[in-house]
């Protein structure tokens, strides 16, 4: 298939809007991604006329959205390549897989003087509930630490692991930099020592193939919002001996088998990580999100991505005292940038004047900030609805920007 950005761009209504009388850039991509018309449809189509609560209905809606949501999960399972349909759990979001796992494998696996690794360069979602964990059992936490570069040093990983080693948890691509960890080796590292593995796919999952069954990794997350799909929904992909073994995190309706005040009996897998009315039709926005992407193609995405990624780096890098934060060999379409000495928020609120939106801040990546011994970057995350005359407009703003601050 030729890569048509004419016709893709019509396939999402936002980016035809002006904002302050501009026409919108938006290169905020890594914190939320726009949704085509079709999601946006899909969405519309199960509230207008098929909206009632799966799996307790006999009657005609709700068997239909049942059936709906199940056929979102075989969707979600495909797009994954996981073994079996069971191994797909909808949370709330990558935040909700997290928290889950922390839970339930910190109770079903975790004891005092266990250790678990995490990354310098972990989004704070990757951080905070491994810490909360690691307080409730007396566990420890690890870092890997980064080069300057924005690569893991897998020299200190290999070193820090070892026999009290239970989890590595570690993002795919950081959302900060933009760097594509090498997570097979990882996996296959951690393995090795009898660690098992959890890969936040939040900033993966949307550029390119993930196979989890290629990669052997035992958990994998996501959100739906990050894929072009809907907010409020994600998944938690688990191998099924450890979903199996481990308690669930919420109690309450769906995820029972039978209840009463003497005992409680759970529900199968993955109802039993799911407790509660589940956001079905964002599960069902999601596949939808997914399917459209698979029309377009994985690869022709990757593709365009990288060469989006080339041109901006080329383009910004002539602007005299920028500075690029994250220079991986491996990378998505993210540059993390500061200019001089000008703080990112004055460069980002000039910006979004000229309706070009960009992130500026953390990217609740403190540790990270800390370890560049920075405030923060501003960063423009591109989508393959982005143009390169976009990324001309940003280097002319930043010129531009840059006078005016300077
Ligand atoms: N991990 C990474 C790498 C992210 O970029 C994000 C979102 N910025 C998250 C986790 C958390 O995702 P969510 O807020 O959708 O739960």
Partial sequence: MTFDITKIRSDFPILAQQVYGKPLIYMDNGATTQKPQIVIDTINALHTEQNASIHRGVHFLSEQMTERYEHARQTV??????????????????????????FSFGEAYIKAGDEVIVSEMEHHSNIVPWQMMCNRKNAKLLVIPITDDG?????????????KTKLVAVGQVSNALGTINPI??????????????????????????????ALDCDFYAFSGHKLYGPTGIGMLYGKEKLLFDMPPYQGGGDMVERVSFSKTTYNTLPFKFEAGTSNYIGAIGMA?????????????????????????????KQIDGLRIYGNAHDKISIVSFLIGNIHPYDLGMILDK??????????????????????????????FYNTFGEIDKLYEGLVKAKMMLE
Wanted: charged letters at 20%; one cysteine or more; a negative charge.
């Fill in 151 to 163: 690569e893991l040093k897998m020299d200190e990983y290999k070193k820090l692991l070892n026999s």
């Fill in 184 to 213: 097979k080796e990882i996996i296959k590292l951690a393995h090795a020592t009898g660690a098992k593995v959890f890969i936040d796919g939040a900033q993966g999952i949307q550029h390119g193939k993930v196979d989890v069954r």
């Fill in 354 to 383: 000229m309706g070009i939106a960009v992130r500026t801040g953390t990217h609740c990546a403190m540790p990270l900030m800390d370890r560049f011994e920075i405030e923060g970057t501003i960063r423009a995350s591109m989508a």
């Fill in 288 to 316: 939808t999100a997914i399917e459209y992407l698979q029309n377009i193609g994985l690869e022709n995405i990757a593709d365009y991505e990288q060469q989006l990624l080339q041109y901006a780096t080329q383009k910004l």
């Fill in 77 to 102: 399972q495909q797009y994954i390549n996981a073994e079996h349909l069971y191994e797909i759990i909808f949370t709330s979001g990558t935040t909700g897989s997290v928290n889950a796992i922390a």
